[in-house]
């Protein structure tokens, strides 16, 4: 039996690597200090598995920026547009690199940056790999042979891990009509060919090969292309050990493909799917090994001893000791580093504590598996099972999570709770009296810059440094200035600016009861952004009111309406680790009540617009296909109860900030919000094609610009994307607005793309040929 690691957090225990990338990005500190810092951690993470006793250690986990970028450097995709960029001579890879994952701006030159989406279904973002019909692949990047070599030269034998192939074309997208990406895997897989021999060549005995597409529905000619690549790879390195990791979800109709395949192993997720095991081992070959992921990648709950135990043993009555691994579920990339940092009693209870695990205590919790496993009677391992059995039974017992209040409300929720009182049509004319909009309305998504002084005003407050009255009082005034702001260069729907707020989900969290946080539980997000989710360990209740007095503060300073902003309950569930003792929908549930409570307070206080965020309802869903109708259902219905109990009057607006909307798009529609403002400019508006079948009823704001990288977009840019808009959506029903929030953003930028914005907008007014009022007229013929 070995144990094993899919994949190590890169970002470092304390943020390192984001510092060092961000200080890079701003030519503050030198390539050689940023690829040092990278060193450091990776020698950091190799030596702490290394002492738990992990025995294959994980090499190229780490990243820069994101693993799918390296692998389209690894095989040498690289879009046309970035191939004149002048790189360093002595890392020309990394500035490139980072061109194609931020894009590029100088005096010269304006690339735009690669397209970003999330990675299955988590909170995580991978950059999207271009492929055109005649796509060439070649070795271009040697990071993974690089990885491998140098912690060897460390004495530090790893199992290099690269995305599979037939995942790798999956997660990319055609940038020309006329082929199917998965039709590349001929000119693709001899790359894969040339790293796994160099591999070999210096050393590598295992590889671990990802492909979580194995968890997914796949046509047949997918499951094609995985039975060639992998008969290709036996073929060319027949001694090389490939394990191929599934994970995410069960292989369901992707068992047979999967245990057929000519490699040395098999990763399951036993955590999402523990009930795939029985039908493997009836059919997996004797020779394959099998690697149980036991321990959750993806949330921060202390492993359940005694049911992995009862897992192991099932599997060990099918296969020898020497055909299993025991690992996590998946990369240990979306766990938090290190529970032992935490010392904040206040929030994160001892109690609560003793319930948890991060990424590198989950990888003590592997190796205790195998030796619980293996050594039942040895008496250091049965005080570990207790040790273990009584944490685990403490939380299952605990009165601190259950509310029957709580409870009693969710009993009382009827179908009156999720519907507005009338149908869109007539709120939107009563809307369009109570806010008196031009056409073509201008607005934002909510946050603005948060400056280093915001950011350091929260940490004074936190430390002491500062009192709560002269935080809210820079606050208040930080606040003023973007009001002011707003309204002089010409916005039509303004926002208070959030900068009170430390994070949109911890915000809420913070404020609502059932939630504990940590002081350093990162996860990174995408490149340098990491986030912190909160952890919900009981049921949810909502105290008191949690953004009344910043909206209610910001809307006193001006005529023009100011556009309440909350968090979705879809997307505080969804970017929280959430308790595993009751299905996610229920908790779901319990936070769209405590929202609810909060729009109509906000409503109460004279805000006549109300946003509540949903970025993350498309990453929620299931992988298959199958599950989706479910998870739909339960998610619009939450979204629902959060916003209908306002008056018609008050219009509704939501955000998400995904493009491939176009498979959801009637359950979008179904979520009934008055607005939608939506990211879409990275993918130049193919959303939009949605539009040419479906007639999206609502009114819907399709960001004209991406907030995500620091380029600052030309007004022409911005209209002609509004015309594309124009083609499909009426111009009554179009806002005009940037693509997320920008609070990852400078001012400078910020400032100039929005005086361009509301320009684009004024000369998109000038050529409509109707008013807003012409078309109230017609609205009531
Ligand atoms: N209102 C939030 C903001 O502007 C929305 C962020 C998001 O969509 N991720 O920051
Ligand atoms: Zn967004």
Redesign the pocket.
């Known amino acids: 039996m070995l144990t094993h690691n899919l994949g190590y957090p890169r970002i470092g225990s304390k943020r390192q690597l984001k510092k060092a990338s961000e200080a890079y990005w701003k030519g503050k500190i030198s390539l050689h200090e940023l690829l040092q810092t990278g060193a450091d951690i990776r020698l950091q993470n190799w030596k702490l598995q290394q002492k738990a006793g992990i025995d294959l250690i994980p090499s190229n986990d780490f990243s820069f920026y994101d693993q799918v970028l390296d692998m389209s450097l690894t095989v040498g995709a690289i879009p046309e547009r970035y191939h004149n960029i002048v790189t360093d001579q002595k890392q020309p890879e990394l500035d490139l690199y980072f061109a194609m994952a931020r894009g590029y701006q100088n005096n010269e030159l304006d690339i735009i940056a690669m397209e970003m989406t999330k990675w299955f279904d988590t909170n995580y973002h991978y950059i999207v790999p271009e492929f055109k019909k005649d796509q060439k692949f070649k070795l271009f990047s040697t990071k993974v042979l690089d990885e491998f070599k140098e912690a060897k030269r460390l004495g530090i034998p790893t199992k290099p891990v690269i995305l599979g192939p037939v995942s790798y074309l999956l997660l990319g997208k055609e940038k020309e009509t006329g082929f199917n990406r998965i039709s590349l895997i001929k000119n693709l897989l001899p790359v894969y060919l040339e790293i796994l021999k160099k591999l070999e060549n210096s050393g590598a005995t295992w590889v671990q090969i990802d492909e979580p597409y194995l968890a997914m529905d796949l046509s047949s000619e997918e499951k094609e292309a995985i039975q060639y690549a992998y008969k290709e790879i036996k073929k060319a390195s027949p001694s090389l050990k490939i394990l191929i990791a599934s994970y995410f979800g069960t292989l369901g109709d992707n068992i047979n493909l999967a245990t057929s395949l000519p490699v040395c192993a098999l990763h399951i997720d036993l955590v999402r799917a523990p009930e795939q095991l029985d039908k493997i081992l009836e059919v997996i070959p004797k020779n394959m090994s099998l690697s149980l992921g036991l321990v959750d990648g993806r949330n921060i709950w202390k492993n359940d001893f005694e049911s992995s135990l009862e897992l192991i043993e099932k599997a060990l009555s099918a296969k020898a000791p020497e055909r299993l691994l025991i690992g996590p579920s998946c990369s240990l990339l979306h766990s938090p580093c290190d529970l032992e940092g935490e010392s904040n009693e206040m929030d994160l209870t001892a109690e609560i504590k003793n319930w948890m695990a991060f990424a590198k205590q989950k990888v003590k919790e592997i190796v205790y598996l195998k030796e619980l496993a293996l050594n039942k009677e040895n008496e250091t391992n049965l005080a570990i099972l207790s040790d273990n059995k009584a944490a685990i039974h403490s939380k299952a017992k605990a009165s601190i999570i259950h509310n029957a209040k709580v409870a009693a409300a969710l009993g009382l929720l009827g179908p009156g709770h999720s519907q507005r009182k009338s149908q869109f049509r007539d709120r939107q004319k009563l809307q369009e009296q109570n806010l008196n909009l031009p056409l073509f309305p201008t607005t934002?998504?909510?946050?603005?810059p948060q400056t280093k002084d915001v950011r350091q005003w929260r940490a004074n407050l936190k430390k002491g440094v500062l009192t709560q009255n002269q935080y809210d009082e820079l606050i208040s005034e930080e606040t003023k200035a973007a009001i002011q702001w707003q309204e002089a260069i010409g916005l039509d729907v303004l926002?208070h600016g959030?900068f009170e707020?430390n994070d949109?989900v911890e915000y809420f969290g913070e404020r609502l009861e059932g939630f504990v946080f940590t002081q350093n539980g990162w996860v990174q997000s995408y490149g340098s952004r990491c986030v912190k989710p909160p952890i919900i360990y009981g049921d949810v209740s909502r105290p008191e009111a949690m953004t009344k007095y910043w909206t209610a503060f910001a809307q006193s300073l001006t005529e023009k309406n100011v556009k309440g902003?909350l968090?979705g309950p879809v997307?505080i569930l969804q970017w929280s680790f959430v308790r595993n003792d009751q299905p996610r929908s229920v908790t779901c549930q319990q936070i769209a009540l405590a929202i609810r409570e909060e729009v109509n307070d906000l409503e109460d206080a004279g805000i006549k617009i109300i946003?509540i965020?949903e970025?993350?309802l498309r990453e929620g869903l299931p992988l298959r296909l199958s599950q989706w109708d479910n998870y739909l259902k339960w998610a619009v219905e939450c979204f629902r109860i959060a916003a209908s109990g306002v008056q018609d009057k008050t219009q509704i607006h939501t955000?998400?900030?995904y493009s491939e909307f176009n498979d959801i798009i009637q359950h979008i529609a179904a979520m009934d919000a008055d607005v939608i403002t939506i990211?879409c400019s990275r993918s130049q508006m193919e959303l939009l094609d949605a539009f040419a079948e479906f007639k999206y009823p609502n009114e819907i704001g399709p960001g004209v610009y991406d907030i995500h990288s620091p380029r600052i977009p030309t007004e022409g840019e911005m209209v002609e994307l509004m015309e594309k808009a124009k083609a499909v959506i009426s111009d009554r029903q179009l806002w005009v607005n940037p693509d997320?929030?920008?609070?990852t953003r400078g001012w400078e930028e910020t400032r100039e793309a929005l005086i361009r914005m509301v320009q684009a907008a004024k000369s998109l007014r000038k050529k409509a040929t109707v008013s807003i009022s012409s078309y109230n007229a017609n609205a009531i013929q």
Not at 444 to 448: L, V
């Open positions: 934002t998504i909510g946050s603005f926002v959030e707020r949109m902003m968090t997307t946003q965020d970025p993350a955000h998400m900030c990211e997320c929030g920008l609070k």
